[in-house]
C-alpha cells in the first residue's frame, strides 16, 4: 500500500515533534523483535534523526545494549549496512534503574536534560504504566513531554477508562499516544485509500450491493512458549477487540469532510458507536486440541484461542448487513483478509440456476502479500457451462514497492507528532463497549482440530455462502497454498 495516510497524499502532524525518544524496556521482548529492528530502518531511510535513550532494570553499559541492538537487527532478517548501524548506534544510550524507584527517573532527566521535547515509549507491562507515568510527572518530565503505551490498554470498559483517567493525571489527552500495531501496518492504513480515492466503489459501498462482509485473521501456529501470557488474554483481547475492529472500521467508516487526525478520528468514534454490542448468542468460541498441555496454561483453561462473531452496523449505510469475524491459532493457513462478498443480480440470467452461481467477491489482503483482487464471473466457451469466477487482482509489494514494517510507521509517527497512526480514546471505549457481554462468557470454549478451520459449530455462522477461505490465487499469475472453505459447499 502507498506509504501517505489514509486520506490525503499530504502529510499534516497534530503534535509537536519530539527531540529525543525515550524508550522503556529497551532490553524486552518486543524492543528485540520489533522496535529496534524498526529503529535501524529507521536509520537506514534517514528518518530517525533523534537520540534514542533507552531505559531498563539491568546491569548493561551502552556498549552491551549497542551489541543486543546489533543482533536483534540481524535476527529479524535484515543484512547489516555498517554506515547506517553505526549511525543507529551512535544515538544509543542507556538508563539502568527500577521503574519504582525515584532514583531512575532523576537519572533519566539528566540523561534527557537541554534535548527539549521528548517521546516517552513505554514497551513494558500494561501494570507499570501509571506507576511511570506517575514517576516522570514527580521529575518534572511530563512538562515537554509526551505518553505513548503499548497495547493492551485495559482488559475491559472499566479498566480503560480507569486507566485513562490514571494516566490523565500525568499527560493530558493531547500528549497521550496509545498503540495499537494494526494502525501503523500500512495495508491496514491503505484501507482508507482503497474505499476514498476509488471513484468506482463509492455506489457499492453500502448496503444495497453487499451482502456480508468477512474479516479473518487466521494463524497456522500455537501459543508456543506464550502460554503464560496467552491464557491470560485470548483471542477475543490478544486481536478482535483492537486489531479487526479497527479493520472493520476503516472498512465501514464514513469519509472525513477534511484531511485531519482529528476529524479522521471522530468518524471511526461514529461507526463504533452505531454498531450494536454483541450478544453471545452471535459468539463461537473454540480451543484447539492440545492446548491445555502448554507450559503456563491454567489447568482446566476456558481461554479461547478461536473466536468468531456477527457484528451489526445500526446506521444507514449498514443496517441489516452483517459483517463477521474471525481469528484463530493453530488453524488451517497464516493469512488475514477481508472478504466483502456482493449481493446476487436480481434477475437469474440461467433460469433455475442463479443461485448455483458464486457471488462476486472483493477480497483485499492484509497479509501475506498486501493486495486487492476481485472475482468476477467469466463463461466459459463449451456449451452448458456454467460462469465460473475469475480472479483478478493487485500485489501491491510488486506494483508499488516494498511497505515498512508497522512499528517503522509507529516509532516515526510516535516522534514526529501523527495522531493518525494511533488509537483514539473514545473509539477504545466504544470496542470495549462492543465485546462487553462477551468477555465472560459462562460456557467453555469448544475444542477443534489443530490445521482446521476451527469449531464446526461456527462453519453455518455467516450465513447460506458459509466462510470465504483467504484465496488460493488472488492474482492471475500466483499461486498460495490454502485450506478449503470451512463451507465445503463452496
Known amino acids: ?184 501496518d500500512e495495508s491496514v492504513e491503505g484501507l482508507g485509500t482503497f474505499r476514498f480515492a476509488n471513484t468506482l466503489l463509492a455506489p457499492v459501498w453500502n448496503r444495497s450491493y453487499i451482502d456480508n462482509v468477512q474479516i479473518t485473521l487466521a494463524e497456522d501456529f500455537d501459543v508456543a512458549d506464550r502460554g503464560s501470557f496467552y491464557d491470560a488474554v485470548g483471542c477475543l483481547r490478544d486481536v478482535v477487540q483492537n486489531h479487526l475492529i479497527q479493520v472493520m472500521t476503516l472498512l465501514a467508516m464514513d469519509p472525513p469532510n477534511v484531511a485531519d487526525p482529528q476529524a479522521q478520528a471522530l468518524e471511526k468514534w461514529r461507526l463504533l458507536h452505531a454498531v450494536r454490542t454483541i450478544e453471545p448468542e452471535d459468539t463461537v468460541r473454540g480451543q484447539y486440541q492440545g492446548y491445555q498441555d502448554v507450559p503456563g496454561v491454567k489447568p482446566g483453561s476456558t481461554t479461547e484461542t478461536y473466536i468468531a462473531l456477527k457484528v451489526f452496523i445500526d446506521n444507514w449505510r449498514w443496517a441489516g448487513v452483517p459483517f463477521y469475524i474471525r481469528s484463530g491459532k493453530a488453524m488451517a493457513v497464516t493469512a488475514t483478509e477481508v472478504c466483502v462478498q456482493l449481493r446476487r443480480p436480481p434477475a437469474e440470467l440461467f433460469r433455475g440456476l442463479g443461485h448455483d452461481i458464486p457471488p462476486n467477491l472483493i477480497r483485499i489482503r492484509l497479509e501475506p502479500g498486501a493486495g486487492i483482487g476481485l472475482e468476477l464471473m467469466a463463461r466459459k466457451s463449451e456449451p452448458g457451462q456454467l460462469p465460473v469466477p475469475f480472479p483478478m487482482g493487485i500485489d501491491f509489494e510488486r506494483v508499488l514497492g516494498g511497505q515498512a514494517k508497522p512499528y517503522e510507521n509507529i516509532l516515526n509517527a510516535a516522534i514526529v507528532g501523527d495522531s493518525s497512526g494511533f488509537a483514539f480514546f473514545p473509539a477504545i471505549e466504544e470496542s470495549w463497549r462492543i465485546v462487553s457481554k462477551i468477555l465472560k462468557p459462562d460456557t467453555a470454549p469448544i475444542e477443534y482440530q489443530q490445521g482446521s478451520w476451527g469449531p464446526e459449530e461456527a462453519a453455518t455462522m455467516a450465513g447460506e455462502d458459509g466462510w470465504h477461505a483467504p484465496a488460493k490465487r488472488l492474482f492471475a499469475d500466483e499461486e498460495i497454498q490454502s485450506g478449503a472453505p470451512t463451507n465445503p459447499a463452496r
Open 1 to 184: 500500500m502507498p506509504l501517505s495516510p489514509a486520506i490525503t497524499s499530504i502529510q499534516s502532524y497534530d503534535m509537536e515533534s519530539a527531540d529525543v525518544l525515550v524508550l522503556y524496556g529497551i532490553t524486552g521482548d518486543l524492543a528485540k523483535k520489533m522496535l529496534l529492528p524498526a529503529l535501524y530502518k529507521l536509520t537506514e531511510r534517514s528518518l530517525l534523526k533523534v537520540p534514542v535513550v533507552g531505559v531498563a532494570a539491568s546491569d548493561w553499559d551502552d556498549a552491551k545494549l549497542r551489541e543486543h541492538a546489533r543482533q536483534a537487527v540481524v535476527d529479524a532478517g535484515y543484512e547489516i549496512d555498517e554506515k547506517v548501524f553505526e549511525q543507529f548506534a551512535g544515538g544509543l544510550s542507556l538508563v539502568n534503574g527500577d521503574f519504582t524507584k525515584e532514583q531512575v527517573y532523576g537519572d533519566i532527566g539528566e540523561a534527557i536534560e537541554g534535548m527539549g521535547f521528548a517521546a516517552h515509549y513505554l514497551a513494558i507491562p500494561p501494570v507499570l504504566f501509571d506507576k511511570v507515568a506517575a514517576g516522570l510527572a514527580r521529575a518534572g518530565l511530563n512538562k515537554n513531554a509526551r505518553l505513548v503505551v503499548e497495547k493492551p490498554f485495559g482488559e475491559d470498559l472499566a479498566s480503560a477508562r480507569q486507566l485513562e483517567v490514571e494516566l490523565e493525571r500525568y499527560f493530558d489527552r493531547d500528549h497521550l499516544l496509545r498503540v495499537d500495531h494494526f494502525l501503523g
